[in-house]
């Protein structure tokens, strides 16, 4: 079963950026026929929404909560989707998952592959 493979995480002061990248665990996976989101879960809470963009890269979507903060792209030729996070804050303190699905969507059950995810902590 293919799995994908985030990085990226880390410990961040509030204000501080980090960049999370997400690959396919298996070289004949191709994520470029997939649209990608990326989903957090922060301690005690259910799992949300953050950001999703299309096949081609033409369609982007955010949380509000995240928006003019964060940029989710894709690089098809490297066969990796990228998450940059900026002006980060202490809420933003989750695990970080990236899935692949049929369509760019905020709802979890569009998405059939999923990452273990990556740790984002931020201290205020």
């Known amino acids: 079963q293919v799995q994908l493979v985030e990085s990226g995480g880390g410990l961040v002061r509030a204000g501080g950026s980090l960049r999370l990248s997400c690959a396919a665990s298996?070289?004949?996976?191709?994520?470029?026929?997939?649209?990608m989101g990326w989903f957090r879960q922060a301690p005690g809470k259910e799992r949300e929404f953050v950001a999703a963009?299309?096949?081609?890269?033409?369609?982007?979507y955010y949380a509000d909560s995240v928006k003019g903060r964060f940029t989710i792209s894709r690089d098809n030729a490297k066969n990796t989707v990228y998450l940059q996070m900026n002006s980060l804050k202490p809420e933003d303190t989750a695990v970080y998952h990236c899935?692949?699905?049929?369509?760019?969507?905020?709802?979890?059950?569009?998405?059939?592959?999923w990452g273990q995810g990556t740790q984002v902590t931020v201290s205020s």
């Open positions: 298996e070289r004949t996976f191709s994520i470029r026929r997939y649209a």
């Open positions: 963009i299309s096949w081609s890269g033409g369609g982007t």
């Open positions: 899935a692949a699905g049929g369509r760019a969507t905020m709802i979890e059950n569009e998405y059939g592959a």
